[in-house]
């Protein structure tokens, strides 16, 4: 019944919101922990118009470039998420945990758990905690696969460095809205993926660098790379990564009020940079003129494209909102991925 | 029915299928229809008296005994609408006992609403960590049920009404049997449908009986009452014997109740050997 309103929702769609959403549900369902972003790497090489001539650096970053000259714009959303990574295998089977990225450690606790290896997925649970629940926040968090040795975790394929997250699925909500995990900043990657089937090669005047980015959930550290091998030829940096939305019943009002489902977001002040008035009011004009649905808003969070302003290269953030950020049940409206899309592309051929 | 089918059918219904499946239902505690609506499909011969309980006769004459388990869950139902689209839940079931972290549970996770017109996905909502950032941070109490607001992608009170789903409606986790380990099952409710899974097995499996056994899969037995159980008992009694079926679980009344499959088996073939009245 759940499929059939499913496939209902989507008859309804407009083949703009059905390709975003066939674009984006597939990149939600991989798994890619900060430093293990393959899998991503290789959906996002899958989804990607067939000229596209891709590189892959020594960070990890996947790279393509197109137009003509020198002084490239770039364009950069990151491929990973949030995790945990095997620590230590305990004498007693189960597993301690190193977190990769930041959140509420009790949105994982006594949850199912897949730990990701090369041979495929291990199943397992994060363990529930012993003490202490008169506390929200747990214990640092456990994971069992069942065994009650180091050894017989060892024989399941458990080995330390590996990761660690909760299964997850892309799900369709009413309207165009739509929850999972990780959709920062697979939406991100969808934007780009998107923007590049839909551009006009033959209006590019100026190079422009797509990059897919490893480890910023741990401290933006394939942007890094990235920025230090571009140095200070860059034009602009456009970092497009989730604009933290105050749109929740949860929220304080005082600022992050962008809507979802209003459109794409110019992420002008957050933790990280701030974008210049003149470059905010430029890309407003550029949305204007496309006829591309456009708030302004400040939110928290830092972004890749930070890493690119010690080389004198100007950032200038968009996002789109979301809800309930960092967590299994984030929400999204395939309408703010449609328009981000559009501004994307709006930048490569027009800016 | 084709040899695949029977094959199918069969497979579907060995305790180990049953107690995923079962695992994978949900039947808030007064709101079980879905799930007896399954077990009246799965068992032929049986019937659903006035409060929902479904049982099934096997044998006849004396003596005659009762075999139970309880199929109810603690759950939620909506209480409440917000002109916003947010619906906001009222606990079913549970009492003093209740897991201290149980409303916990579905902060910021997938939940299903069982609608007029069929399931419904909604997430509960959760504080962003990010915009936590940079805020006074101190130790809180956990989360309870009355800061849950659940998400349907709705933006209005009509919104929510046109999907089916009103005041009342059956809010439960998002339902995801998660195998692991060595034949180990994890899962809200595990060790109860677990218990109700080892049940049918044994039922399906056609024991010839001593006496009368009445087989009964029990509703409302987490609220004020085990009015359930006691109407099986007041209709159908009276029983020499009666026994309630129980699973020994993990992690009970978590997200990652586990029970072990191994326990399942061993529960049908003592269940079958109690109906032949050979057991204890």
Known sequence: MMLALVALVAVQDTSRIAEAQAVLSQLVESYGVSGSEAPVREVVKRLLPSWARTETDTAGNLWVRVGPGDGPVVIVAHMDEIGFRVDTIRADGSLALRTRGGFFPSLFEAKPALIHTARGDIPAIFLPRDTGVTRRTPPPLRVSVGATTRAGAESLGVALGQTITMPKQYVRLAGTRATGRSFDDRMGCAALILALRGLDRSKLRHPVVFIFSTREEIGLEGAEAAARQLGTTPRRVHAIDTFVSADSPLELQNFAVALIGAGAVARALDNSSITPPAYVDSLVALARARGVALQVGTTNGGNDGSTFTPYGVIDVPMGWPLRYSHSPAEVIDLKDLVSLADLVRAIAEDW | ?280
């Open chain 2, 1 to 280: 029915m084709n040899a695949l089918l029977v094959l199918v059918s069969l497979s579907l219904q060995n305790p180990e299928s049953l107690a995923e499946r079962f695992a994978g239902m949900t039947a808030v505690t007064g709101y079980e229809q879905a799930m007896t609506d399954t077990l009246l499909a799965l068992l032929p011969g049986s019937t659903r008296d006035r409060i929902g309980n479904v049982t099934l006769t096997l044998g006849r004459g004396a003596p005659k005994r009762l075999v139970s388990c309880s199929l109810d869950e603690i759950g939620y139902a909506v209480g409440n609408i917000t002109d916003k689209g947010y619906l906001t839940l009222r606990r079913v079931g549970g009492g003093p006992r209740l897991y201290a972290l149980f409303d916990q549970q579905i902060e910021g996770q997938r939940v299903t609403l069982f609608g007029r017109r069929g399931p419904v996905p909604g997430v509960v909502a959760v504080r962003s960590t990010h915009l936590t950032r940079g805020r006074p941070a101190t130790p809180e109490p956990p989360f309870t049920v009355d800061n849950a607001y659940v998400d349907v992608g709705a933006s209005s009170r009509d919104d929510v009404l046109a999907l089916g789903v009103g005041v009342l409606t059956p809010v439960s986790l998002t339902k995801r049997p998660h195998r692991y380990g060595d034949r180990l099952l994890a899962a809200p409710n595990a060790g109860r449908r677990s218990a109700c899974a080892a049940l049918a097995s044994a039922a399906l499996s056609r024991p010839r009986v001593r006496g009368t056994v009445v087989v009964a899969f029990t509703v409302q037995s987490l609220y004020a009452d085990t009015a359930g159980w006691k109407a099986v008992k007041n209709v159908q009694g009276p029983f020499e014997a009666a026994r309630e079926v129980t699973m020994p679980s993990r992690f009970a009344e978590t997200a990652v109740e586990t029970v072990s499959l191994r326990d399942v088996d061993a529960l049908v073939a003592d269940l079958t050997r109690w109906m032949v009245g050979t057991g204890p």
